[in-house]
């Protein structure tokens, strides 16, 4: 290569990385504007926690006791509360509906402890979220769960299905929701920005509701007005009350799926039934159709299965101190943190319970 | 992933650096191959062996013809290389229609054979070119690779548009040097299709999908209103398209004809096929119209009118197997013929009228428009029954009932409030309709955003791509691409 070919083959790389440098330069000025409103919208949605990955919102809920988070779009908490327990490691682990969020990690000390509720419905679930949260190694000494009645019914499992979804939400639709916030009142939003160093999430900054650092709810139950109770919306054939002749096999076999997997992980069971109030229990022991409440609740079955099993049971389900008192109750599912706190009590009492735990922390 | 997908543009950026990263020639040549059969096989996985069946038909085919001396045994094998090329698009679009026709039942796996995207296009493409080669009109491509490029090449393969050998392969040498002013034209084209494709064509897919799922249940009104909107959704759809995909190749330094040039303007049914789907259109009348026109010369008016009427039958076969388009291409072709022979009269009545040469433009665009819209409406029905319901409704006197309860209610509060959701429901669409009727005039009067200052580029560019941003993140699932089953 000649002297000229060098210098001729370097202004054309020269011209060519003008080209290319005049390409990037006029688009990057030419977009500034859309790029400087989407870094600020970042910048917002990050602010608010909603696109923060869940592993930093659990590092940053550890950072102080009173922070809570609530985000998404509630359709599932699994990823979430993952999340917290791969950085917390509790010994005991609630695990559960709705009906297992009343626990708090005060009712468990001087256990370490998560709850977990609000994931998994169903024994597949129940089996699904642990194997999720012991893959990396971890397992909690015990897991406490609900262990209803209805959750032997044929078909419940598709009732439920689909409510337990690990996937975490993506970037883009966490970011529209803050989005979506800002289109239909930006001011609002921009002023509860200075709660963000206690609250992240973009419902618990609108609500402050969200999930406390162990996992329970922070929002106030409702305190139960017996009117509203009188009324409360509960229907034949949905929890609480659910009607069949019997427990059917193929939930049986879930259950014993469920707890094979636990035994392989070295977990111990603590199943319970929380209490029902008296329009519950009446409803239920009064009618011909729920032979599954009286097969479930017949000292034989649980001592077949639960007992053969190897899984502490506590049947709670008829506490004559909360049986007449529906004030205790937010609605005909869900018992109060005063009722939880009295069962987590007399669960940790339990000897067999003392057994279990007795080195864990 | 279709060209409006934001995947496909971080696709086609890593093969665009990458493009002007190699040296010219084939290098680039085995880069862009590569790229369209990777992006192929995204999209139909192993359905991609018909696109190499095609494009090695094309080769073989071509190569042959240019050995072989005019005579029998080259007119035999042209036929043959023919039949080979268009083989596929007989199987995998028309054969359950044919069978169906002559109530014939197919076995199952035959029956379950899916489309592979865009195979009337890239066939269409490739029979092109052994016809030009046939004629002499084109020597046959000797790189098999060009000439695989040609087929597949990936902006292309899928919608088109449908490209000539004779414009493409010359520029397969691949050596420009990167020019800025040639990306942010292509880049122009690009924003321009995005904006019609996502902004535009993807909202008016909403109303025109309600009536048309369900034609018993709608208005005569709101059917009427659904029509045009489909008319706009499509062109927006498909235009948009069409441009993203000439963006792309431009950036890459390869012109891309053309495919629409504002065909809402047009004066007649004749003129509205020169400027909508262009590619295809020109396609037709060059290797069919064409050499039929050729051949019943000596039949006069006779000759003219079976050739036309033959071109669009075939015309609208090609839009899909079934009664509907036949009858679709057959209608466009007596619409044209009706056009051609009555235009002397219609020009000597608007004289006669007096009416201004502008209003007469108006008064054109705007029936050929709905005799577009209308005929369209085949296009668009899942069963030629449906279309039966709307050309009822509209053709009805139900319809002056709907648009005088309507204006009543509305200026006068007279009767009750008509149920016309699509009408009351997607007003705000029609300023939709109005920028693209708008930026069609501004586009054929010389007015285009080529041409503005820097200020209503940046203007136009942010808010351009802000709102095709917010519709991709907003969208869980896109509207599919209306020419995608072909």
Known sequence: MTATDETVGQAAASSQFREWRRLVGVLLLLFSPLLLAIALLEGIAWRVGETMPLAMVSSWQDGAPDRIWRGGDGHSFVAYKLARVADLKPAVLALGPGRANAFRGTDFAPYSFYNAGQTAWTFGQYRHFLELATNDGYAPRAVVFNLDYWML???????????????????????????????????????????????????????????????????????????????????????????????????????????????????????????????????????????????FESADWQKQHLAAAGVIFFDFANMQEYRDKPEYFSDSLDPDQRVAANVARRITADPRVRAVLSDAK | MSLSDPAFLGFFAVVFVLFYLLPGGTSRLVLLLSASLGFYVKLVGGYTAVLLYVAAVAYVGGSALQRMAAGRSRGVTFIAALLAILAPLVVFKYLGFLADAAHIELPGSLADLALPVGLSFFTFAATGYLIDVNLGLLEAERNPLRLGLFVTFFPLVTAGPIERGGRLLPQFDLNPRMSADRAFDGLRLIFIGLVLKVLFADTLAVPSAEVFGDPESALPLDKLVAMIFFAFDLYADFAGYSLIAIGCAKMLGIDVQPNFRQPFLSQGIPEFWRTWHMSLSFWVRDYLFMPLRAKWRRSGHRGMIAATLISFTILGIWHGAGWQFVIYGFAFGVLAVSSLYTLKYRDAAYARLGVPQAVVRVIRAVITFFLFALVLVLFRVNYLGDAWLFYRDIFSLDLLRNIWDGVGYALFRLGDAPELPIVTGYWADWFLIGAIVVGDILARNGVTLAKCGRSMHAVAYNLGFAAVLYLWMSSSVAPPFLYYKF
Do not use: C
């Open chain 1, 153 to 295: 019914a044929a078909g419940f499992d598709h009732y439920v299905a689909g409510r337990s979804d690990e996937k975490a939400e993506t970037h883009i639709a966490n970011l529209m929701r803050v989005v979506g916030q800002l289109g239909s009142d930006p001011l609002d939003l921009l002023r509860r920005l200075r709660a963000a160093d206690r609250v992240h999430g973009l419902y618990a900054l609108l609500t402050g509701e969200g999930f406390a650092a162990d996992g329970s709810p922070n929002a106030k139950q409702a305190s139960a007005d017996p009117q509203r109770l009188a009324d409360d919306g509960t229907a034949a054939g949905l929890p609480p009350a659910v009607f069949a002749d019997r427990i059917a096999d193929e939930q049986v076999a879930e259950f014993d799926g469920f707890v094979a997997f636990a035994k392989s992980k070295k977990i111990a069971l603590i199943g319970v039934q929380l209490p029902f109030y008296a329009k519950i229990l009446d409803g239920l022991n009064g009618s011909s159709d729920a032979g599954i409440w009286r097969e």
